[in-house]
């Protein structure tokens, strides 16, 4: 990733480098501040999002930036649409997602569908699509996968995203079997993370204790699901 070399980018790297996440694959641009976004959640628990982007640090990312010799070296690659937005970023992405390809690693895809960051809607559908075609783990919001489908039925919608494209699990749409518990945001991210963390133990990638006490303390937090239940296998397929 890409952030500006100013106080909220040197805020982003401190913070991931506190909780133990690697900062090496990150890059700063001298000339582009970083990108903002702020949320608003009303009282709903329906969030809408404000950008401070056009240009932003995220956007100008190139592929001779790209750190291939990370991806070579990782068992999971995660990617999203933010970084396909505009087009030299997205020739970046495409570049990475190329050479984990390649390396035959794990993808895993969000298309975090952020109209406003879109010139053309038509152009986010083709690259959500792109995103879709290449993924092994779809994470996706009921939103998300009817405007992609064109259906507003989200069972129909499901049923049309798994015919069409080959995943090895979705995460995060809204099943019947879950319907009690996404209540929230957070109770997405919740089921999320934890089919990230099955399939990092079904493609023997290394479980950290760090996962283990994350999802812990999420669990514990929302009260949601208890962690034997959320990581059984069987429990929950779709």
């Known amino acids: 990733g890409i952030v500006g070399q100013d106080a909220f980018g040197q805020v982003l790297k401190n913070t991931i480098d506190n909780?133990?996440?690697s900062s090496e694959g990150l890059v700063f641009d001298d000339k582009v501040n970083t990108t903002l976004a702020f949320v608003n959640t009303d009282e709903n628990g329906e969030r809408s999002f404000s950008f401070y982007r056009n240009p932003g640090a995220d956007m100008m990312l190139t592929e001779e930036e790209v750190n291939f010799e990370l991806i070579r070296n990782s068992k999971i690659f995660h990617f999203g649409t933010l970084s396909m937005t505009h087009e030299k970023v997205r020739i970046a992405t495409k570049k990475a997602i190329e050479e984990a390809k390649k390396q035959n690693i794990l993808i895993s895809f969000d298309p975090n569908l952020r109209p406003l960051l879109w010139e053309d809607l038509n152009l986010a559908k083709e690259q959500i699509d792109f995103g879709c075609s290449v993924c092994d783990i779809l994470k996706i919001e009921d939103e998300e996968a009817k405007f992609l489908t064109n259906c507003d039925n989200i069972d129909e919608a499901v049923e049309i995203l798994k015919n069409k494209y080959s995943f090895e699990q979705s995460a995060g749409i809204c099943y019947e079997s879950f319907d009690e518990y996404i209540n929230s945001n957070d109770i997405e991210s919740i089921i999320s993370i934890s089919q990230i963390i099955r399939l990092k133990i079904r493609h023997q990638v290394e479980l950290t204790q760090y996962d283990i006490d994350n999802m812990k303390k999420v669990l514990t937090l929302f009260e949601a699901i208890n962690v034997e239940?959320?990581?059984?296998?069987?429990?929950?397929?779709y």
């Open 19 to 21: 909780v133990g996440i």
């Open 229 to 237: 239940k959320i990581l059984n296998a069987s429990e929950y397929e």
